[in-house]
């Protein structure tokens, strides 16, 4: 269970799509003057919370395991 909880690359991308989803409910606050929970919990719109969760996995295997593996 520890391995879990010391997986940098499990928790890079998670944190991630964490940042991204709270960035767009703030995008949302910015345009629109009002709170919108759901955009934390849906998909699509921009920033893409599944485009930077995958990066974000790709990147954290590259500098853990190398980028050629």
């Known amino acids: 269970?520890?391995?879990l909880w010391n997986n940098k690359c499990l928790w890079i991308p998670i944190i991630t799509w964490f940042v991204v989803q709270t960035i767009k409910v703030i995008v949302e606050i910015a345009k629109n003057k009002k709170i919108d929970i759901k955009r934390w919990w849906g998909s699509g719109g921009m920033p893409s919370?599944?485009?930077a969760f995958v990066c974000s996995l790709a990147t954290a295997i590259g500098l853990t395991d190398g980028f050629g593996s």
């Open 49 to 51: 919370s599944h485009s």
């Open 1 to 3: 269970m520890s391995e």
